[in-house]
């Protein structure tokens, strides 16, 4: 377990390395994670937090915020990171909701639908989680997707990694890359 944290986040500072040599780009999706009642988690606001310095530092990028309701949630994903980020001084026209999905395959589809193809995207998702949401926003159809990952620190990672690492797997048997 410890080689494959090791791993993760060697490959997390590496794409984070490549995201600072990438071109601005036009959106960024910030992929959604639970949210308890109406506030945000730990791994939905890293996710947050990660898109609100993006968006300061790139002031004529957009985001697509991307989260159904789950069972649990008072408001959807997107709209407690919308109100995450009005709050914290990011123009509301900035900002596009995607309220429907309910996993990360249909935040990048839905969010595609909403905002075409034909764009530069990051992918702001947490460290373990970026390759595969990069991968995932490819298949969906963006030309041009970069990870942009948050930091996440938590016992939470013995299970999340593993679970990473099936997924891309599982994906991979399925001929789904």
Known sequence: MIRVHVAVERNTNTAAEEMRK??????????????DGTRLTLALLERTRRALQYLEDHPETKAVLSGG?????????????????????????????EERSVSTAENLRFSRELIGADHSVGVVTNNF???????IARKCGFREA?????????????IYIPREILAILKDKLLGNW
Do not use: K, N
């Open 146 to 158: 970069y990870p942009i990952p948050s930091r996440y620190s938590s016992w939470r990672l013995l």
């Open 69 to 97: 309701q789950g069972e649990g949630e008072l408001i959807t994903e997107a709209r407690a990171m919308y109100h995450y980020l009005t709050e914290h001084g990011i123009a509301p026209e900035r900002l596009f909701l």
């Open 129 to 135: 989680h970026v390759f595969r949401g990069t991968a």
């Open 22 to 35: 990438q071109p601005d780009v036009e959106y960024i999706i910030v992929l959604g994670a639970h949210v």
